[in-house]
């Protein structure tokens, strides 16, 4: 299999698709390589920019990258294009759905979600205590040495001020935790440490903890035991707590909603995004050459499950009203881009 990328655009994005792309395929040992023009011999033209595509100068299997159609115009050019294009791989269910309600083929279209570049960490999330630990243990320092064996060093940081807390930044380092320790209350540095922090936690019940009122005028989210004045605070609570195994759920649930949103394009990488527009090419020139496609079924919504074929999902027929509201969307983009055009000449 030959393909040939065309990109007729070295800006940072559309360039980047072709170039990610390319590396991708070469580590496939498949043929490919990136112009402004089409290869009359390559046995996939696959445009990155769908309005580039020239239908005078087409191969039997052209396929175009489709995004933003956000004014009639766009919507036209698209429509045109893909009465001699053999598929539009948009970047969204929700396009196929919209473009297949006002008009286009459902056979021309499916889609590919876009990828990252597999860099971006996780900022931890800080948590803040600005208390002194006492000789009775009021303080339930204990909570934060036990916490520290639970919850994820990866998600979490701590910012810590106040004197005795020493054992507990040591069990939090032993378990890989990145701590900013003051063992003495500093005022100025204080003022900066507040508004810095993502949660305020206090594991005390001795009526509450000063610091939990700074936190909320700082507008920090907090992490505080239900009692004495922290009940007087309307909405001051955001995750009340009382006992040791309350306060892991507490954690455990903010580390699943934050490893949800990670997990939910972890299998967004350019390798994957590659390997599924080489599926879809494969069944395409099967289906050029009259072969059968040997299909099994990946556990993915996008790329060759998003085909009309092989879909398990009926495209969403429009209500006339809701095809008005995207005829409308459209419109409103044209006027947008018509204003911000003529503004820019003046």
């Given at each position: 299999?030959?393909?040939?990328?065309?990109?007729?655009?070295?800006?940072?994005?559309?360039?980047?698709?072709?170039?990610?792309m390319?590396e991708?395929?070469?580590k496939?040992?498949i043929?490919?390589?990136?112009?402004?023009?089409?290869?009359?011999n390559?046995?996939?033209?696959?445009?990155?920019?769908?309005?580039?595509?020239d239908?005078?100068?087409?191969n039997?299997i052209?396929?175009?990258?489709?995004?933003?159609?956000?004014?009639?115009?766009?919507?036209k050019?698209?429509?045109?294009?893909?009465?001699k294009?053999?598929?539009?791989?948009?970047?969204?269910?929700e396009t196929?759905?919209?473009?297949?309600?006002?008009?286009?083929d459902?056979?021309?279209?499916c889609f590919?979600?876009?990828?990252?570049?597999?860099?971006?960490?996780?900022?931890?999330?800080?948590?803040?205590?600005?208390?002194?630990?006492?000789?009775?243990?009021?303080?339930?320092?204990?909570?934060?040495?036990?916490?520290?064996?639970i919850?994820?060093?990866?998600l979490?940081?701590?910012?810590i001020?106040g004197?005795?807390?020493?054992k507990?930044?040591?069990?939090l380092?032993?378990?890989?935790?990145t701590?900013e320790y003051?063992?003495?209350?500093?005022?100025?540095?204080?003022?900066?440490?507040?508004p810095?922090?993502?949660?305020?936690?206090?594991t005390?019940?001795?009526?509450g903890?000063?610091?939990?009122?700074?936190?909320?005028?700082?507008?920090?989210?907090?992490?505080?035991?239900?009692?004495g004045?922290?009940?007087?605070?309307?909405?001051?609570?955001?995750?009340?707590?009382?006992?040791?195994?309350?306060l892991?759920?507490?954690?455990?649930?903010i580390?699943?909603?934050?490893?949800?949103?990670?997990?939910?394009?972890a299998?967004?990488?350019?390798?994957?995004?590659?390997?599924?527009?080489v599926?879809?090419?494969?069944?395409?020139i099967?289906?050029?050459?009259?072969?059968?496609?040997?299909y099994?079924?990946?556990g993915?919504?996008?790329?060759?499950?998003s085909?009309?074929?092989?879909?398990?999902?009926?495209t969403?027929?429009?209500?006339?009203k809701?095809?008005l509201?995207?005829?409308?969307?459209?419109?409103?983009?044209t006027?947008?881009?018509?204003y911000?055009?003529?503004i820019?000449?003046?």
């Amino acid at each position: 299999m030959k393909i040939r990328i065309v990109c007729q655009d070295d800006s940072w994005i559309l360039e980047k698709f072709a170039r990610k792309m390319k590396e991708n395929l070469v580590k496939m040992n498949i043929a490919v390589d990136v112009d402004k023009i089409p290869d009359k011999n390559a046995d996939i033209n696959h445009y990155i920019i769908y309005s580039d595509y020239d239908v005078n100068n087409s191969n039997d299997i052209d396929t175009l990258m489709v995004t933003h159609i956000d004014r009639e115009k766009k919507l036209k050019i698209l429509s045109k294009n893909l009465e001699k294009a053999y598929m539009g791989i948009c970047m969204s269910e929700e396009t196929v759905i919209n473009m297949s309600n006002m008009g286009i083929d459902r056979k021309k279209l499916c889609f590919v979600n876009p990828a990252h570049d597999e860099v971006m960490i996780p900022r931890k999330k800080i948590i803040g205590i600005t208390c002194r630990v006492q000789s009775d243990g009021r303080k339930r320092e204990v909570f934060i040495s036990k916490l520290a064996k639970i919850i994820s060093p990866n998600l979490f940081s701590f910012k810590i001020m106040g004197d005795g807390w020493d054992k507990q930044v040591a069990d939090l380092k032993d378990n890989g935790f990145t701590v900013e320790y003051t063992n003495e209350f500093v005022y100025d540095k204080y003022l900066e440490l507040i508004p810095s922090l993502d949660y305020y936690l206090y594991t005390g019940q001795d009526e509450g903890q000063m610091g939990f009122v700074d936190a909320l005028a700082a507008g920090v989210e907090t992490i505080v035991t239900s009692q004495g004045y922290h009940l007087d605070a309307d909405c001051g609570i955001t995750y009340p707590f009382n006992s040791f195994e309350e306060l892991v759920q507490i954690f455990k649930s903010i580390e699943n909603k934050r490893k949800a949103m990670i997990d939910s394009v972890a299998s967004w990488t350019w390798d994957e995004y590659t390997k599924k527009h080489v599926e879809l090419w494969k069944y395409f020139i099967s289906q050029k050459r009259g072969t059968q496609y040997k299909y099994s079924k990946p556990g993915y919504i996008d790329g060759i499950n998003s085909v009309e074929e092989f879909t398990d999902k009926t495209t969403k027929k429009m209500s006339k009203k809701e095809k008005l509201k995207i005829a409308f969307n459209l419109f409103r983009g044209t006027l947008r881009h018509k204003y911000f055009v003529n503004i820019k000449k003046k």
